[in-house]
């Protein structure tokens, strides 16, 4: 009798944790909701705004000296990355409510001005500060207030792009890499499926695309995939190097942060009418769809690359996933026919696995595939993606992501840091 009133009063604590969660979760996504759709629809009318108006691409100095004198003045600490909302959420902290306001003008203004960056790092930090000081208001414990932070982070990436399977686990993926939180699963999909909801409601189309081209599972079509994916490895290494050494060089060179993103907005300007095109400013949403359909030229990838590292090198705001899929999608269309692959396909393989390799993320980058271009040719999307994540070795856009296990483990022996070590085959391992 006491094993079944043990047994009964268990069942009722789980049921009244997950009550507790679903309501919260769902608070949650009604409010990232309308926010990552007033976010996303910003930042649209940002990028349109600035191709009718050509001539707001020379104010981008003057924006960046507002942003820098924004970051100074209101948040001197945080600086506006998405190493912030990562930290928080490793030490239970609570991002401070300024941080919404401040990711949302600064990343507008750089999109509306020329600046070349993305929108789902920036929507992270606007999620989970909201979230976050929301879990606060409640007089929720330290614990929960992680807990809430996450599923405003996933509602808001969810939100804005329009990918609730993608945003929930790149959440709970990310922050610790090879450590997933299986407990904040419901509750951040909970949040994500509503944020995603409420702003498809509100205007707010998801991203998606037609996938033209596909190829059959064959022995040559895995070797092809495989040797992308390789590719793509080494091209996030250069693209997470590249963006952590611009920063470093801009600081070396001009120390006052001022100069910096003043010079930084001369650069990209100058940039802009040496080449004759606005490709590489804002988002780039279009080359990425013309990507896609087959058409890319062969030098797009690097110059996205250089465009984003001068942008946020300097001091402008945004995320870096958006150039992440330009420079994937770009790269994979020209790569993919040397190798005998479909020019859509593998601009599709290329955008999903560099976001893999970039971000150390493999089953998010796996329901990103399936999200976005539909399940087709999904196998070929776990291959290059398990390829670009192996190979891509402890490198990551993120300061604040740690590597809790090996890549690359055989029998005792395993990668770790750079050499390779015999290790206790059961022992629990941690990369920094």
């Known amino acids: 009798m006491k094993t079944v009133q043990n047994a009964l009063h268990s069942t009722l604590r789980y049921l009244r944790v997950c009550f507790k969660w679903l309501v919260l979760a769902a608070l949650v996504g009604c409010l990232t909701g309308p926010l990552g759709a007033a976010f996303g629809l910003a930042l649209d009318w940002a990028n349109t705004t600035r191709g009718v108006h050509g001539w707001l691409l020379y104010l981008l100095p003057i924006g960046g000296l507002i942003i820098v004198f924004l970051y100074r003045r209101f ?83 969810s939100a804005i792009f329009g990918t609730p399977l993608a945003a929930t686990i790149f959440t709970i993926e990310v922050v610790n890499v090879g450590s997933m939180q299986y407990a904040a699963l419901l509750p951040c999909l909970i949040s994500a499926l509503l944020g995603v909801w409420i702003s498809g409601r509100l205007g707010l189309a998801p991203t998606a695309f037609t996938l033209g081209a596909t190829a059959e599972l064959t022995p040559v079509t895995i070797l092809q995939v495989l040797v992308l994916g390789i590719l793509l490895a080494g091209l996030s290494i250069v693209f997470c190097e590249l963006l952590h050494t611009a920063p470093k060089l801009y600081a070396k060179f001009f120390p006052n942060p001022y100069l ?91 955008m999903v696995a560099l976001f893999c390799g970039c971000t150390n993320s493999p089953l998010a980058s796996i329901c990103l595939g399936l999200e976005v271009f539909g ?44 050499h390779w070590a015999e290790t206790d085959p059961d022992e629990e391992n941690s990369v920094v």
């Open 375 to 418: 399940g087709q040719c999904l196998p070929l999307f776990a291959l290059v993606c398990a390829v670009s994540y192996m190979l891509s070795s402890y490198f990551s856009l993120y300061h604040e992501q740690h590597f809790l296990h090996s890549k690359l483990r055989i029998g005792s022996v395993q990668f770790l840091q750079g």
């Open 75 to 157: 948040d001197p600490n945080g600086g506006g990355s998405t190493n912030q909302v990562f930290a928080a959420v490793r030490e239970r902290k609570v991002l401070t409510l300024r941080t919404a306001p401040l990711i949302f003008f600064s990343t507008v203004t750089t999109h509306l001005l020329g600046g070349s960056s993305g929108r789902e790092g920036a929507a992270l930090l606007l999620g989970g500060s909201v979230s976050g000081q929301f879990g606060r208001l409640l007089r929720l414990d330290r614990h929960d207030c992680r807990l809430m932070t996450m599923c405003g982070m996933a509602g808001a990436f």
């Open 260 to 350: 910096r993103v003043a010079v930084g907005g001369l650069l990209i300007i100058a940039l802009t009418k040496l080449l004759g095109t606005t490709d590489y400013n804002g988002a780039g949403s279009a080359v990425i769809a013309a990507a896609i359909a087959g058409q890319a030229l062969p030098w797009a990838f690097a110059l996205k690359m250089l465009f984003t590292a001068l942008t946020l090198g300097s001091g402008y705001k945004g995320g870096e996933i958006v150039p992440i899929f330009f420079t994937g999608a770009t790269f994979g269309c020209v790569v993919a026919p040397l190798l005998g692959l479909p020019a859509p396909l593998g601009a599709a393989l290329g």
